[in-house]
């Protein structure tokens, strides 16, 4: 078991800035892909972004390719999404994901953007963009 808590959070103009941290905690030894995802009042979660349980592999949704950046420290059990150039179309309660791997083999470098291979979900943290 791994519980996730998310952090960072809050309400920017549009075209600022906000870094979202995630804790891991629990089964941290082992290897986890960690995704970003988010979902908007009357939206479908979508993915935002994800990181192999290596480290070398990042994968980004096209809305937040080249605004956002993920990144993780798995010393500290910590993975975060730093969000620049926000738009108001960024507005929604953010998750962090977990979804464990197998060391030592290809799963390690996989950054996966299907949500339903993710096993372990934080609670969310709001992020509101105003214009």
């Known amino acids: 078991q791994v519980q996730l808590v998310e952090s960072g959070g809050g309400l920017v103009q549009a075209g600022g800035s906000l870094r979202l941290s995630c804790a891991a905690s629990?089964?941290?030894?082992?290897?986890?892909?960690m995704g970003w995802f988010r979902q908007a009042p009357g939206k479908e979660r979508e993915f935002v972004a994800a990181?192999?349980?290596?480290?070398?592999?990042?994968t980004y949704a096209d809305s937040t390719k080249g605004r956002f950046t993920i990144s993780r420290d798995n010393a500290k059990s910590t993975v975060d999404l730093q969000m620049n150039m926000l738009k108001p179309e960024d507005t929604a309660v953010y998750y962090c994901?977990?979804?464990?791997?197998?060391?030592?083999?290809?799963?390690?470098?996989?950054?996966?953007?299907?949500?339903?291979?993710?096993?372990?979900w934080g609670q969310g943290t709001q992020v509101t963009v105003s214009s």
């Open positions: 990181i192999s349980g290596t480290g070398s592999s990042t």
């Open positions: 629990g089964r941290t030894r082992s290897a986890y892909a």
């Open positions: 994901a977990a979804r464990p791997v197998s060391p030592l083999t290809i799963e390690t470098h996989t950054a996966p953007s299907d949500s339903a291979k993710y096993a372990y």
